[in-house]
């Protein structure tokens, strides 16, 4: 039975707005987009129960507007965020209700519930899920406005095949606590090959190729001021069915971090055929 920890989260705080030319009907939501980490498999997550995080809709309209809250895998939703793969199925991922309705100059706030299946392959994991807001309001065009949100399920030290998958980097998180600064220390991070075939797979520095780096950070840390802080191989080869290791290396220079600061570093591992993953790195300086 899995354990009960916190679920932990952040946002992004803005709002997604959608229009249309009056007096058709706008809508307004936030937050734009939600991370929620140690979900535990087997377990019934009430969002805001536990991070205090539920959606808002907001009605700038001088009439009461309804709209109906839905679930979605997001490729049928545009892109989403780098490193992370689609939720197996939306449903593990529901709203208090299937519509609401917001008052002339009002605002309503919607809880939503997460609930993944119990499985060793669901531990380790990097998902996206959808939640789309829309509807055709009387008097107005059909508008929609979806609000991303990355789960990060709890961390295991060794890999479980995904049905389906290509690959499984393990432990989720890879934790250095208690760094010493001037003196380096390593750990290992797993990836199961789950292909038919050998692989060769890329490592490389997931948040240098995003446009919004703190929308992958967990609340409290910072990214790793410096490359040279952190080392790992640039690939990894890997037969079918193999489980290979990747050493990576923390020194954080004497003088360069407070004792207490936490620092994150995501490192992308990249195969030849399919989306990316990544292993989340956190550290904290030894007080």
Not at 105 to 133: C, E, M, Q, S
Not at 215 to 229: F, N
Not at 244 to 266: D, N
Request: charged share 20%; net charge neutral.
């Amino acid at each position: 039975m899995p354990r009960r920890r916190a679920l932990c989260a952040a946002v992004l705080a803005l709002g997604a707005v959608c229009s249309a030319p009056a007096p058709a009907a706008s809508l307004k939501v936030g937050p734009a987009r939600i991370l929620l980490q140690e979900v535990a498999p087997g377990r019934a997550h009430d969002v805001h129960a536990e991070t205090g995080v539920q959606l808002t809709i907001y009605n700038e309209d001088d009439v009461s507007r309804t709209w109906l809250l839905t679930t979605h895998r997001p490729s049928g939703r545009g892109e989403w965020e780098t490193g992370y793969g689609e939720i197996p199925d939306a449903s593990w991922c529901r709203f208090e209700t299937p519509q609401v309705t917001v008052p002339p100059g009002d605002r309503v706030r919607v809880k939503f519930f997460l609930d993944i299946p119990d499985d060793p392959a669901h531990y380790n994991r990097h998902w996206v899920v959808t939640l789309g807001i829309g509807g055709a309001p009387t008097g107005g065009v059909g508008l929609a406005a979806n609000v991303r949100v990355q789960i990060e399920t709890l961390s295991r030290p060794e890999p479980v095949p995904s049905p389906g998958g290509e690959m499984t980097p393990a432990p989720g998180t890879l934790v250095f606590a208690d760094l010493v600064p001037g003196t380096p220390s390593t750990v290992q991070a797993l990836l199961l090959n789950d292909a038919a075939d050998t692989r060769e797979f890329i490592l490389s520095p997931l948040l240098d190729g995003v446009r919004d780096p703190s929308a992958y950070l967990t609340g409290g840390h910072c990214r790793l001021p410096e490359k040279g802080w952190i080392k790992y191989p640039e690939k990894v080869r890997a037969a079918s069915g193999e489980t290979v290791q990747i050493p990576v290396t923390l020194q954080i220079p004497e003088g360069a971090a407070p004792a207490g600061a936490r620092f994150e570093e995501l490192i992308l591992v990249t195969p030849p055929k399919a989306r990316p993953g990544f292993v989340r790195v956190r550290a904290t300086i030894k007080n």
